[in-house]
């Protein structure tokens, strides 16, 4: 159930509301003011993945990287708001925005008070994400004038709480509006300069890729082999390198798997996560895939793929995270060696080729991706 707060002090609400504005003035102001080269080479590489993130509609993703930007840029206005957002608020906040705020009507039984008031909606966006998806505590129906109303079970004393708003999607489209006014901004400050390529005294991934693969994946290994040219940015490798191999073990399913296996890398409304990927392409190295890669793509590189996968997560959400020379320098023949073996099974693998009859592996991938 949201956890929900009935707020009857109108006048308190509102000042709290008028200074959420107030938060947002001064972090467009900011932003506006934001000229600083040093500032905005800092947060490049962050702000195309937000871009990114953002057409996607990955909206927790989207906060932490913001988050990271907020740090770099030391702004706290941004940096508290993405905090509420992803721990959730409180009724003692001093400011609370009004996208939270639902107008709404409850009953005892069938008797409806006589009057309407505001509630909040308090949770962490995560959670509210995860409620929209599994329609959890809640119901829609269309009411006599065709507007559609959300019916909520609020507690034993009520029998239901009618929200007069679509549902709790109005949460993600405030946040949602706010990350597009702040791309807008950042995105007219980028000079030109950051965007012409830059040649490299040496390559991480040395790896030449065909016109299919260079429009696929070019600019985002130009971004890693750039990176790796200065020792200050080696923390943003490791987010990087999981940001390909999770997109090309995500491609490669998408590609090879026969249609009615979609739900084994698309589940339900959205990509499975990489650590769920990584362990359905373990399963398939040495099944389907295998002749493909010939056993290259061992139980040591297998490893490798989990430690991207970990320090890219720590790469993004702690900022204090270090990478040095020595585990940049072990990491290179790896990546290159596992890219090359993924990047020809992506374009050698022949679409739908695999399909799974036996109802025993489907099962056994099936408790795999559920373990």
């Known amino acids: 159930m949201p956890k929900m707060e009935f707020y009857s002090k109108y006048e308190e609400y509102n000042k709290k509301n008028e200074k959420f504005n107030k ?7 900011y932003l506006f003011n934001l000229d600083n080269s040093d ?3 800092k947060i490049y590489l962050f702000f195309i993945d937000l871009k ?3 057409l996607k509609e990955n909206l927790i993703d989207c906060l932490y990287i913001l988050k990271h930007i907020a740090e770099l840029l030391n702004f706290k206005q941004l940096n508290n708001w993405i905090n509420f957002e992803l721990n959730g608020y409180n009724y003692k906040c001093s400011y609370i925005p009004q996208y939270r705020r639902y107008l709404a009507v409850y009953f005892f039984g069938d008797i409806q008070y006589s009057f309407r008031d505001d509630y909040l909606i308090l949770d962490p966006i995560g959670e509210i994400l995860r409620r929209i998806e599994n329609k959890e505590d809640y119901y829609t129906e269309i009411d006599n ?3 559609l109303i959300v019916f909520q079970i609020y507690d034993k004393n009520v029998d239901k709480l009618v929200i007069f ?3 709790l999607s109005q949460i993600v489209y405030g946040i949602m509006s706010i990350l597009s006014r702040f791309i807008w901004i950042v995105d007219s400050k980028i000079p030109i300069k950051f965007e012409k390529e830059i040649p490299f005294k040496k390559k991480y991934i040395k790896i030449n890729l065909s016109n299919s693969l260079s429009n696929l994946y070019g600019n985002l290994i130009y971004l890693i082999n750039l990176v790796a040219q200065k020792t200050k940015s080696y923390n943003l490798i490791p987010f990087l390198l999981r940001k390909l191999f999770e997109n090309l073990i995500y491609q490669i399913f998408q590609k090879t798997l026969n249609k009615k ?3 084994f890398y698309f589940y339900p409304k959205r990509p499975r996560g990489f650590s769920k990927l990584i362990k359905l392409f373990n399963y398939f190295r040495n099944e ?6 010939n056993g290259a793509i061992d139980d040591d590189l297998m490893q490798f793929l989990k430690l991207i996968r970990s320090k890219g997560n720590l790469a993004v959400h702690q900022l204090l995270f270090e990478i040095n020379d020595e585990m940049i320098n072990t990491w290179e023949k790896k990546t290159n060696n596992l890219l090359k073996n993924l990047f020809f099974i992506l374009e050698n693998v022949p679409k739908n080729e695999i399909l799974i009859d036996d109802e025993e592996r489907i099962e056994k991938i099936e408790n795999i991706l559920n373990d």
């Open 23 to 29: 938060i947002l003035k001064e972090i467009n102001n």
């Open 39 to 41: 500032q905005l080479e």
């Open 52 to 54: 990114e993130n953002y």
């Open 145 to 147: 004038d065709e507007r």
């Open 165 to 167: 708003c679509s549902n």
């Open 261 to 263: 296996h979609k739900d």
């Open 288 to 293: 389907e895939l295998l002749e493909y890669h």
